[in-house]
Protein backbone atom coordinates (compact mmCIF):
# COMPACT_ATOMS: atom_id res chain seq x y z
CA UNK A 1 0.00 0.00 0.00
CA UNK A 2 1.06 3.62 -0.73
CA UNK A 3 0.38 6.20 1.42
CA UNK A 4 0.84 10.01 -0.15
CA UNK A 5 1.35 12.60 3.40
CA UNK A 6 0.54 15.71 1.92
CA UNK A 7 1.49 18.96 4.45
CA UNK A 8 0.71 22.67 3.52
CA UNK A 9 0.89 24.75 6.73
CA UNK A 10 3.09 27.41 6.58
CA UNK A 11 3.60 27.74 10.58
CA UNK A 12 6.14 25.05 10.31
CA UNK A 13 6.60 23.71 13.84
CA UNK A 14 4.10 25.80 15.60
CA UNK A 15 1.47 24.16 13.08
CA UNK A 16 -1.66 21.91 14.11
CA UNK A 17 -2.27 20.56 10.99
CA UNK A 18 1.00 19.25 10.41
CA UNK A 19 0.80 17.60 14.38
CA UNK A 20 -2.17 16.28 13.15
CA UNK A 21 -1.25 14.21 10.02
CA UNK A 22 2.10 13.39 11.41
CA UNK A 23 -0.44 11.56 14.53
CA UNK A 24 -2.56 10.22 11.22
CA UNK A 25 0.54 8.60 9.20
CA UNK A 26 1.89 7.19 12.52
CA UNK A 27 -1.39 5.44 13.18
CA UNK A 28 -1.78 4.56 9.44
CA UNK A 29 1.28 3.17 9.24
CA UNK A 30 1.07 1.47 12.47
CA UNK A 31 -2.14 -0.52 11.16
CA UNK A 32 -1.94 -1.36 7.74
CA UNK A 33 2.29 -2.87 8.45
CA UNK A 34 3.95 -2.39 4.92
CA UNK A 35 2.72 0.78 3.99
CA UNK A 36 5.16 2.77 2.21
CA UNK A 37 5.00 6.51 2.22
CA UNK A 38 6.02 9.77 0.15
CA UNK A 39 6.08 12.85 2.08
CA UNK A 40 5.33 16.63 -0.06
CA UNK A 41 5.52 19.92 1.78
CA UNK A 42 4.00 22.21 -0.17
CA UNK A 43 5.10 24.92 2.51
CA UNK A 44 8.58 24.05 1.06
CA UNK A 45 8.29 23.19 -2.17
CA UNK A 46 4.93 24.46 -3.88
CA UNK A 47 4.04 24.11 -7.27
CA UNK A 48 4.01 27.43 -9.55
CA UNK A 49 0.12 28.66 -9.64
CA UNK A 50 -1.08 28.16 -12.82
CA UNK A 51 0.77 30.48 -15.88
CA UNK A 52 1.05 30.45 -19.83
CA UNK A 53 4.24 28.24 -19.60
CA UNK A 54 2.17 25.47 -17.15
CA UNK A 55 -1.14 25.28 -19.33
CA UNK A 56 0.60 22.49 -21.15
CA UNK A 57 -1.63 19.83 -19.90
CA UNK A 58 -4.64 21.35 -20.25
CA UNK A 59 -4.66 22.77 -24.24
CA UNK A 60 -2.73 19.69 -25.59
CA UNK A 61 -0.28 21.57 -26.99
CA UNK A 62 3.70 20.49 -26.98
CA UNK A 63 6.26 22.29 -25.10
CA UNK A 64 8.65 25.32 -26.76
CA UNK A 65 10.41 26.25 -24.33
CA UNK A 66 12.34 24.80 -21.11
CA UNK A 67 10.44 26.82 -19.07
CA UNK A 68 7.48 25.25 -20.53
CA UNK A 69 8.82 21.38 -20.40
CA UNK A 70 9.81 22.39 -17.23
CA UNK A 71 6.43 23.07 -16.12
CA UNK A 72 5.01 20.04 -18.02
CA UNK A 73 7.56 17.71 -16.14
CA UNK A 74 6.51 19.13 -12.44
CA UNK A 75 2.68 18.43 -13.31
CA UNK A 76 3.52 15.06 -14.50
CA UNK A 77 5.06 13.82 -11.57
CA UNK A 78 2.80 15.36 -9.25
CA UNK A 79 0.03 13.74 -10.96
CA UNK A 80 1.54 10.53 -11.16
CA UNK A 81 2.91 10.66 -7.66
CA UNK A 82 -1.03 11.26 -6.76
CA UNK A 83 -2.41 8.81 -8.67
CA UNK A 84 0.33 5.99 -7.22
CA UNK A 85 -1.09 6.37 -4.12
CA UNK A 86 -3.57 4.53 -2.34
CA UNK A 87 -4.34 6.78 0.53
CA UNK A 88 -3.41 10.34 1.05
CA UNK A 89 -3.39 12.23 4.15
CA UNK A 90 -3.63 16.25 3.77
CA UNK A 91 -2.87 19.05 6.02
CA UNK A 92 -4.94 22.03 5.22
CA UNK A 93 -5.03 24.39 7.64
CA UNK A 94 -8.32 27.30 7.02
CA UNK A 95 -6.33 30.25 5.63
CA UNK A 96 -9.08 32.95 5.34
CA UNK A 97 -12.24 30.39 4.85
CA UNK A 98 -10.60 28.32 2.33
CA UNK A 99 -7.20 26.49 1.57
CA UNK A 100 -3.69 27.58 1.46
CA UNK A 101 -3.10 28.53 -1.67
CA UNK A 102 -0.12 26.04 -1.89
CA UNK A 103 -2.80 23.51 -1.68
CA UNK A 104 -4.94 25.02 -4.35
CA UNK A 105 -2.01 25.49 -6.46
CA UNK A 106 -1.36 21.13 -6.27
CA UNK A 107 -4.98 20.53 -6.79
CA UNK A 108 -4.64 22.72 -10.26
CA UNK A 109 -1.87 20.57 -11.28
CA UNK A 110 -3.62 17.12 -10.25
CA UNK A 111 -7.15 18.42 -11.96
CA UNK A 112 -5.82 16.83 -15.12
CA UNK A 113 -8.70 15.54 -18.01
CA UNK A 114 -7.67 12.24 -19.23
CA UNK A 115 -5.56 11.96 -15.90
CA UNK A 116 -8.29 12.19 -12.73
CA UNK A 117 -11.08 13.26 -14.82
CA UNK A 118 -12.45 12.97 -18.33
CA UNK A 119 -15.58 14.65 -19.96
CA UNK A 120 -18.21 11.82 -21.55
CA UNK A 121 -21.71 13.15 -22.95
CA UNK A 122 -23.46 13.05 -19.53
CA UNK A 123 -20.73 15.37 -18.03
CA UNK A 124 -17.61 15.10 -15.77
CA UNK A 125 -16.70 11.39 -14.52
CA UNK A 126 -13.65 11.01 -12.09
CA UNK A 127 -10.54 8.51 -13.33
CA UNK A 128 -8.70 8.47 -9.66
CA UNK A 129 -11.12 6.35 -7.54
CA UNK A 130 -10.90 3.84 -5.24
CA UNK A 131 -8.66 6.38 -2.64
CA UNK A 132 -8.96 7.11 0.85
CA UNK A 133 -8.20 10.62 1.45
CA UNK A 134 -7.97 11.82 5.20
CA UNK A 135 -7.66 15.50 4.97
CA UNK A 136 -6.67 17.07 8.81
CA UNK A 137 -8.81 20.10 8.79
CA UNK A 138 -7.86 22.62 11.41
CA UNK A 139 -9.46 25.75 12.68
CA UNK A 140 -8.76 28.85 14.87
CA UNK A 141 -12.48 29.10 15.38
CA UNK A 142 -15.78 27.11 15.16
CA UNK A 143 -17.36 26.78 12.14
CA UNK A 144 -18.91 23.69 11.60
CA UNK A 145 -21.79 23.88 14.42
CA UNK A 146 -23.81 26.55 12.73
CA UNK A 147 -25.27 27.88 9.88
CA UNK A 148 -23.55 31.20 9.49
CA UNK A 149 -19.98 29.42 10.38
CA UNK A 150 -20.73 26.63 7.50
CA UNK A 151 -21.54 29.33 5.00
CA UNK A 152 -17.94 30.61 5.62
CA UNK A 153 -16.04 27.48 5.45
CA UNK A 154 -14.97 26.66 1.44
CA UNK A 155 -12.51 24.19 3.23
CA UNK A 156 -13.53 21.19 3.88
CA UNK A 157 -16.78 21.97 1.38
CA UNK A 158 -13.90 22.28 -1.40
CA UNK A 159 -11.93 19.25 -0.64
CA UNK A 160 -14.91 16.95 -0.39
CA UNK A 161 -16.16 18.28 -3.87
CA UNK A 162 -12.90 18.55 -5.75
CA UNK A 163 -11.39 14.90 -5.02
CA UNK A 164 -15.57 13.60 -5.29
CA UNK A 165 -14.72 14.79 -8.93
CA UNK A 166 -11.80 12.87 -9.50
CA UNK A 167 -13.94 9.72 -8.33
CA UNK A 168 -12.95 10.01 -4.91
CA UNK A 169 -15.88 9.04 -2.30
CA UNK A 170 -13.95 8.01 0.73
CA UNK A 171 -12.85 11.48 2.04
CA UNK A 172 -12.35 11.23 5.87
CA UNK A 173 -12.07 14.69 8.45
CA UNK A 174 -9.71 14.64 11.00
CA UNK A 175 -11.39 18.03 12.34
CA UNK A 176 -9.55 19.97 14.98
CA UNK A 177 -11.38 23.64 15.22
CA UNK A 178 -11.21 26.61 17.80
CA UNK A 179 -7.37 25.97 18.46
CA UNK A 180 -7.54 30.15 18.94
CA UNK A 181 -9.76 30.41 21.32
CA UNK A 182 -7.74 29.63 24.43
CA UNK A 183 -6.25 26.46 26.11
CA UNK A 184 -9.37 24.37 26.86
CA UNK A 185 -10.61 25.11 23.97
CA UNK A 186 -7.45 23.65 21.86
CA UNK A 187 -7.16 20.74 24.33
CA UNK A 188 -10.78 19.67 23.61
CA UNK A 189 -10.02 20.01 19.80
CA UNK A 190 -6.92 17.87 19.54
CA UNK A 191 -8.69 15.27 21.83
CA UNK A 192 -11.29 15.62 19.39
CA UNK A 193 -8.90 15.36 16.53
CA UNK A 194 -7.00 12.40 18.57
CA UNK A 195 -10.84 10.27 18.01
CA UNK A 196 -11.21 10.88 14.92
CA UNK A 197 -7.80 9.91 13.57
CA UNK A 198 -7.95 6.47 15.48
CA UNK A 199 -11.55 5.63 14.02
CA UNK A 200 -10.25 6.76 10.59
CA UNK A 201 -7.09 4.80 10.36
CA UNK A 202 -8.77 1.60 12.27
CA UNK A 203 -10.93 1.43 8.97
CA UNK A 204 -9.48 0.08 5.28
CA UNK A 205 -8.56 1.93 2.66
CA UNK A 206 -11.46 2.27 0.30
Known amino acids: MQLLHVDSAITGTQSVSRQLTANTVAAWVA ?84 RTFQYTDKGPVGLAGGKTVIVASTRGGVYSTSGGGQAMEHQESYLKVVFGFFGITDVRFVRAEGVAMGPDAKATALAAAANDISAHTAVQAA
Open 31 to 114: AHPGTAVQYLDLAEKAPSHLSAQSMGFRTGQAAATEAERAENALSEALVSQFLAADVIVIGAPLYNFSVPSQLKAWIDRLAQAG
